[in-house]
């Protein structure tokens, strides 16, 4: 048979297709193995445990088409209309996109090994499914969501990411290049031993998430959020971090050396065996953090702020300070050698015992 001939098998199944559509009933149980589907209208479309597997979608209008248990493997997705599309429980290994997509939900379908080239996601939805060793090259993700999606293995070139939340994701492996992100929000997922160095984060949040060995190295995240994760064996060494926050989050064995960390919050974090050597901390605050075998040494603490703060063992050598603020800290085998304990505000008795009664006055309501 001549490839692309139109048999009257495949006109009875078109037809077939149509007034199922114009029924609005649901197509189930068919084998379209045979069908090329480059320019048909298949808006609306219902389809329930379908074979569709090495087939060719051009040019279609998929608008609200609804794909449930369907096997889509090898498929290619070029240049449709794909607006509100649904894909539930579908089998889409390497299958091939490239196009816009709107508004399309993959809930539960397995899309490991896929190819994505030059799409242009918007406000679609990826949930329980799998992602891995899928590549994503030079795509484009505004108002996306990924809930607990395997992208072990994935590969991200030239990705653009704004208003993009990762919720429960496993980052395994994941290969980031030439990315950048704005208004990203990564709760509760696994980072561990990612590299994202060089890249550009904006005003991004990782909350309640763990970060093992990521490498932030010359990273610019400027307004990014890091509170209340996990951070250990970590690279922040040069990385742009102005006005970024650290609250409650526990930090060992990380580089934070010649890094921009001005405006910098580490409120009530637990920070051990790190290094903060020559980096800018102007205006940056440790009130209250656990600080143990922490190394400053050379770093601009001017107006920095380590009020109530408990530090054991660290080294805040050569120091430029003025008015760095050391109210009520708790002190024991610390160094300050080559530090000019003028540019330090020291305990104020008074204030101390003003902030006592105010937290015994708080904590009994």
Not at 10 to 38: C, E, H, W
Not at 80 to 99: F, L, Q, Y
Not at 311 to 317: D, G, H, I, P, Q
Request: aromatic share 10%; hydrophobic share 35%.
């Amino acid at each position: 048979m001549i490839e692309n001939e139109i048999t009257p098998s495949m006109v009875g199944q078109y037809a077939n297709i149509a007034q199922a559509v114009a029924d609005k009933r649901p197509i189930q149980d068919m084998d379209f193995r045979t069908l090329d589907f480059s320019g048909l209208d298949l808006a609306r479309a219902h389809f329930i445990h379908c074979r569709f597997d090495g087939r060719l979608f051009k040019q279609c209008n998929l608008d609200h088409t609804h794909f449930v248990e369907c096997d889509l493997s090898d498929c290619q997705f070029i240049d449709n209309a794909c607006s509100v599309t649904k894909m539930t429980a579908c089998r889409m290994i390497k299958s091939h996109w490239r196009g816009d997509i709107s508004k399309l939900t993959f809930s539960d379908c397995d899309l490991s090994d896929t190819h994505w080239q030059q799409v242009d996601f918007q406000s679609c939805g990826f949930c329980l499914g799998d992602l891995s060793h899928a590549c994503f090259e030079q795509c484009r993700w505004k108002t996306v969501s990924f809930t607990k999606v395997v992208m072990a293995g994935a590969v991200f070139n030239g990705a653009h990411f704004e208003n993009v939340s990762w919720v429960e994701n496993d980052f395994t492996q994941l290969t980031l290049t030439q990315c950048e992100f704005i208004h990203v929000l990564l709760l509760k997922c696994n980072l561990s031993g990612l590299d994202f160095s060089g890249l550009n984060f904006h005003h991004c949040t990782c909350n309640n998430s763990q970060l093992n060995g990521v490498n932030f190295h010359g990273t610019t995240a400027n307004n990014c959020n890091f509170s209340a994760c996990e951070i250990t064996d970590c690279d922040f060494g040069e990385a742009q971090l102005a006005k970024s926050l650290f609250i409650g989050s526990y930090l060992r064995r990380c580089d934070f050396s010649q890094a921009e960390v001005s405006n910098g919050k580490f409120g009530k974090a637990e920070i051990r065996d790190c290094l903060f050597v020559n980096s800018n901390l102007t205006q940056a605050s440790f009130s209250h953090a656990a600080l143990e075998a922490v190394d400053f040494t050379g770093s601009n603490c001017t107006y920095t702020n380590l009020s109530y703060a408990n530090a054991v063992k660290c080294v805040f050598e050569r120091c430029t300070v003025l008015r760095t603020n050391v109210h009520a800290l708790v002190e024991k085998k610390n160094r300050w050698q080559g530090t000019p304990a003028a540019g330090l505000l020291k305990t104020d008795k008074t204030q101390q015992a003003m902030d006592k009664r105010l937290s015994l006055v708080m904590g009994s309501h």
